[in-house]
């Protein structure tokens, strides 16, 4: 029986392994739409990492609306625009990538030596387990309640944000009136 | 068979659930194994039955005959064999892979496409617990507090395997109908899950099985709680599958056969048992969410128990009930396809934005606002 205790365990090394690779093909694959599949896996991935700690409706959303929606236009673009493998350049940086590999590998440098000094059961949901959940009412009450009560400024304030970025959108991809020409995002949609 | 010690083959294999101690987890691993190969073995009869069905139907509402010659010696079977015999075509049929498709992702379309729908029937809930050697074992291979969402999630995948086949084959046609087919299933997809926003209000709880034990009489099924959301759900179901009248995606006379134009043989098989499973979860999801699941109409879990005296046996009454409801939906299916005539892209796109979108809205706020004065303290 002492194999099944470590079964989370064995479990987190085989997920965060499975997010580590499709992370490195999203940026090391030549042709766009795999970049885009493998950012799926990724994400979806990440989504079981939330479930085995327990947060269900947050590796559900995280499917929801990432892999289910966002990646799809993502891919729709990439299909669309019809984009051709990037050549292989060999290894050559310019000062500016250089400078980017730089600091993400100090970056992950610090983080790497903070989590060697942090608490060995940081990985484990520790005292937010199954029942503690269940206590509180379930993943989702939890979540529904911390969101409308004690963040719902922040929650508002970034809907918001995404209807900007919306409205930005549509202005950007808006055709010249004057050219009489409907723009593309009025013409679909029908009569 | 002789192992080396005195034991047989067979001692050895009864000899086995001693050697494992049975706790809750033990137990609950190997009934998920045994429920997923059945789910698993089930769904994969789906196809020839529901293509059989699919001929016969349309034959008698058009007073043809439909296949009827294949079958045993003198046993024609009403054709059921027919089934049989394309199934096997359909397998042994030499493989044509076109130039110019994108290899890897030509080959993995269609598990693309069957991966989820197979996913998704994991989480339904088949009928009520049963008990096995004191041992509850819930009937849905996995058993969710967020089984809705899980549901939506994991049937949202889906749309990469029709985008993904379109793009890969590597043909206009084939792409036009994927990027109809899947700008049709994101849209839908709003609508869908809009109509079971008011479920989840009403029965105040993401859990599958909680919403189908809730439902104990009529007057609390679904569709009388919420009449609006099924009539929603129902059109959305059409557009999900894109099935007729909704099977833009695969307009013969536009577009050849849509997404899945260049795929022959076992490929194109696949495909099919994607739309047959995802048609069959969908209409349990509707019979569970709407019609009551597994209990049976009139007659309380409790008196099934009693009169059976047994768990077991009421289990399987539910899951009779279930399938019955589902077939029924799957029958609505079928019947819609050979009645209506197929839509227009733009009418289904403005139905969808312009006419689901809103009423499914509404029918939020609505039900939020009745609730909220009928529970209000």
Not at chain 2, 39 to 50: A, D, I, R
Not at chain 2, 320 to 349: E, G, H
């Amino acid at each position: 029986m002492e194999a099944l205790n470590l079964m989370p365990e064995i479990l987190f090394y085989i997920i965060s392994g499975m997010v580590l690779v499709s992370s490195v093909m999203v940026v090391a694959s030549r042709n766009p739409i795999t970049s885009a599949i493998f950012l799926v896996v990724d994400l979806f991935f990440v989504a079981a990492l939330y479930a085995s700690l327990g947060a269900d409706f947050t590796a559900a959303v995280q499917v929801l609306v990432y892999a289910g929606a966002i990646v799809v236009l993502f891919v729709f673009v990439i299909m669309l625009l019809n984009l051709k493998p990037e050549a292989l350049r060999g290894f050559r940086f310019t000062v500016g990538e250089a400078l980017v590999l730089l600091i993400t590998l100090t970056g992950f440098v610090i983080i790497a030596t903070e989590l060697a000094h942090a608490p060995p059961d940081i990985a484990s949901p520790g005292n937010l387990g199954a029942a503690a959940i269940e206590l509180a009412g379930g993943n989702t009450f939890v979540v529904g309640m911390r969101m409308f009560t004690a963040f719902l400024w922040p929650f508002e304030i970034a809907s918001v944000l995404i209807l900007l970025a919306i409205v930005a959108c549509v202005m950007v991809a808006k055709k010249d009136k004057k050219s009489g020409l409907k723009g593309h995002i009025q013409s679909s949609g029908g009569n | 068979m002789n192992l080396g010690v005195d034991l047989t083959f067979l001692e050895f294999l009864a000899s086995l659930p001693a050697l494992v101690e049975w706790n809750d987890f033990t137990v609950g691993l190997v009934a998920f194994a045994v429920k997923f190969a059945i789910l698993v073995g089930g769904l994969l009869q789906l196809p020839p039955l529901l293509v059989w069905i699919e001929r016969r139907v349309p034959a008698l509402m058009q007073r043809r005959r439909g296949p009827n010659r294949v079958g045993f010696f003198k046993w024609r079977l009403y054709g059921l064999m027919q089934s049989l015999a394309d199934t096997i075509k359909l397998i042994f049929k030499e493989e044509v892979v076109p130039d110019g498709a994108h290899k890897v992702f030509y080959h993995l379309a269609p598990v693309f496409c069957v991966f989820p729908a197979f996913l998704v029937a994991c989480a339904i809930p088949y009928g009520p617990d049963l008990l096995v050697f004191g041992h509850k074992i819930p009937l849905s291979v996995v058993r969710l507090d967020v089984g809705f969402l899980f549901i939506l999630a994991i049937s949202s995948l889906a749309v990469y395997g029709v985008s993904l086949a379109g793009w890969a084959s590597n043909n206009k046609y084939s792409l036009m109908g994927s990027l109809r087919a899947s700008a049709q299933m994101i849209s839908y997809e709003i609508p869908l899950g809009m109509s079971l926003i008011p479920i989840v209000l009403i029965y105040g709880t993401l859990d599958l099985g909680k919403i189908v034990e809730a439902q104990t009489s009529l007057i609390h099924w679904g569709v009388f709680a919420a009449p609006f959301s099924f009539m929603i759900f129902l059109i959305c179901m059409f557009a999900e599958t894109n099935r007729a009248p909704f099977d833009l995606a695969e307009a013969e006379g536009e577009l050849v056969a849509g997404f899945h134009t260049e795929y022959n043989s076992a490929k194109f098989a696949a495909f099919f048992l994607g739309e047959y499973v995802s048609m069959f979860v969908l209409s349990c999801l509707a019979a569970t969410v709407f019609f009551g699941g597994w209990q049976v109409p009139f007659v309380p879990y409790e008196t099934i128990v009693a009169l059976a005296g047994s768990p077991n046996i009421a289990a399987l009454a539910g899951i009779m009930m279930l399938l019955l409801k589902a077939s029924f939906f799957m029958w609505v299916y079928i019947w819609v396809r050979w009645t209506l005539p197929r839509f227009r892209y733009d009418q289904l796109m403005s139905l969808g934005w312009k006419f689901m979108l809103p009423i499914g809205l509404a029918n939020v706020v609505g039900t939020a606002v009745v609730l909220a004065v009928l529970r209000f303290k």
